[in-house]
Each structure stands twice: as C-alpha cells, then as structure tokens.
C-alpha cells in the first residue's frame, strides 16, 4: 500500500487544488473509525460532511451495493428498472410524500427543487414567465453549481464564476420580519431553507422560526423548500430537522406532527456514504408540474442507487438513530459546555443532535480551529474548521456512549496541551 506522503504527493501532482484537506490519508473505514495506510486508528467526526451518519462500511449497505452491483447497476430511464418503483414507494412513505424525483448529488437536488418551485409558480400560481422569485438566506449553503453559487454570499463560492443567475433575493437567517417583508414582493415562488445551516458553522435558529417561515409560505402561497441534505436522515435527533421538537421521538413516520415542508430534499446519508445519491420529494399538486422530458438525469434512480438509499434507510429505522443521535448529542453538548465553562479558548458550543459546533475565542480570519484540528488529528479525532474560528463536530450517529465520552476525552486533553 502506498504512504500517507505519497498519496498526498499524488493528489498535489495531478489533482486540481479545489480543496484543503486536513494532511491525513484515509484507506479504511469502518463504523465510527477509520484508519490512515500507516494502521493509526482516528474517530471521523465529519462523517464525510454527514453522509456517513450510518458509519462506514455498514455491512447492512455494503450488501446491497454488492448484491446489486452484480444483477444490474444501471438503465438509464429510457426504461423501466425492476427496483426503481420499490424504492419510490419505500421512500415517499417513509418520509410522507406522494412522489419522489431521484437524482445523484446534493447541488443536483438543489437544482431540481429550483426548477420544480419556477415551473409551479407559472403553472399553478399564475406568475409571469421568468419573473420568479425565490427568497434565499444569507449564508447558506446549497452546493456548488453555477445557479446555486449564484446566491452564495462565500466570496471563494462565487467570485469570477459569473454573470450569476437572476431570480433570487437574499435576507437574513433567522429574522422573521425580513422574511415578512420580503414576502411582499411580487412573483415569489418559493423560500429556499437549510433547517439548521450546517456549512454556515452549524447556525440553529430560534425554535419556532422554521414553523413561522412554513407558516408565511402558505399564508402567502410561496413553496416551502427544505434542504435537509446535511440536518436530514437523523443527524439533528429526530428524522428531519425540521421535526423540531415534536413528539415523534425522532422518527416521525407521517407527517402530522411536524412542520411539513412542500418540497424536501435529501442527499449525503440518504445512502450511508456507499454511493451519491439525492432525491426531491413532494405531493401531486407540485410534482405534476414535471412531465416526460423536462428533467432527468442518467444515473438518477439507478437500481445499485435505490438499493443503496432503501438498506441506508432501514438502517436509520432499525438501530433508533435518530434517538441515538437525540441522547448523545444532549452529553455531548453538556461535556462541551463544561469544558466552554472553564476555557478561555472555547467561548460557546451550539447545536441539535449530533451536529455540533464549538466557537473558538478567535477571529474567523484566524487559523485557531485548522491548528485545534491538527492537533486534534495527531491525538486521534478527525474534525473540520468550517471558518477560521468554528469546529465542527459530527461523529457517526451509530457512536456508543463509551466511545463518544473516549472522544470527549480526546477533546479535552487537546485542549489543555493547546497552544495558539
Ligand atoms: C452538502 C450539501 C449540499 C450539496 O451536496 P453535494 O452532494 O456536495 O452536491 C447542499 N446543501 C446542503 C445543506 C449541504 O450540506
């Protein structure tokens, strides 16, 4: 097997740079761990950006990527597949809508739920074509196509990748009032929405400000779209993270207790990490806006996808993640906010479930959480900055209690040995 040096070397040579690894090779995984060509053992507390929420490898998902791969991997749509519908009644039922539109990443999804929120707002709301307007919020972040980069406002994310698409207005996260007004103006069609906004340094808004934002969506005839490709699939503590804090105990399977988006999308742990897989749901009345011919996608419901994505689910369903997720999340953030209390380094810990943040007492400029995260590493926990002064934390939601307090342990001893 090649080293660590090596493959680095490999990467600088004849990669393009468009990302800043933190220096550690990965070539093996398996739930919570995985483990550098040298056999140094590390905790993932990315989760690949929480794709991985159902651990790595999952013998339950491997099997059926490999038992699928072997009878039939892909068809295109230009015909039926004999797993495909399978998994479109599996998959609308377990998350309570009447269609699904499959697709592959999480931006493609995005895309989709974009294109779907313009064409029903001419074809059911009545707006004049190519006046729509979808309302957007500071901050977000919703993949990296020219469209989506387009109401970015991460100057990396958008500069010299003009001219940017037209039709979006951009407000405030967690401001009610701006949304309010915003409403006001004509020929909006949809509000685009990340539940908790992960990339932004896992930003949770007031509790009821996605229930009121629902609520304005329909009061004012506007689509509401959720994005819950990073807060979905059991990461926040309950199913979505727009279930909030209902009485689901984190696995609404109807819709009736939480805050129902019109349009839903998924990626990242919709197939545990074995393959990219996204999918847009929501019911008739929108989804009927899309007929044969107007969007597609070559791998989008590929029969190694629909197998992949059902086994992730099941998993989801079966090992109580979401509740798992609920409990040591709430120890996490205890353990944390202890260790806030008697820091000068960490001013603050924030989060639902198992998506958690950790402020550093620094600038955003700075380069405090990479050298935390250095640090880190070399003590055997994998975490990302997502700002120069904000650390993401987000294990595998399959972690024991045994293991998430060894990790907290790893934490603090990172801590005490600190210096900036
Ligand atoms: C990761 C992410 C995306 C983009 O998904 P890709 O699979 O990387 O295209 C979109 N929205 C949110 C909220 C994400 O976290």
Known sequence: ????????????????????????????????????????????????????????????????????????????RAFYNNVLGEYEKYVTEYFGFDKVLPMNTGAEAVETAIKICRKWAYEKKGVHEQEAQIIVLENNFHGRTTTVISFSNDPDARKNFGPYTPGFIKIPYNDIEALRKALKQPNVAGVLAEPIQGEAGVVVPDDDYIRQMADLCKKNNVLFMADEIQTGIARTGSLLAVCGNCSCQGHCERQATYTKPDILILGKALSGGAYPVSAVLADNHIMEVIKPGQHGSTYGGNPLACKVAIAALDVVKDEKLAQNARKLGQLFRNEMQNLVDESDLFNKVRGRGLLNAVIINDSPESETAWKFCVALKNNGLLAKPTHGNIIRFAPPLVITEDQLMECVEIIRKTHSDFKK
């Open 1 to 76: 097997m090649i080293t660590s040096k090596k493959a680095i070397e490999l990467e600088n040579e004849h990669g393009a740079h468009n990302y800043h690894p933190l220096p550690v090779v990965l070539s093996k995984g398996e739930g919570v761990y995985v483990w550098d060509p040298e056999g140094n053992k590390y905790y993932d507390f990315l989760s690949a950006y929480s794709a991985v929420n159902q651990g790595h490898s999952h013998p339950k998902i491997t099997k059926a990527l490999t038992d699928q791969a072997q009878t039939l991997s892909l068809t295109s």
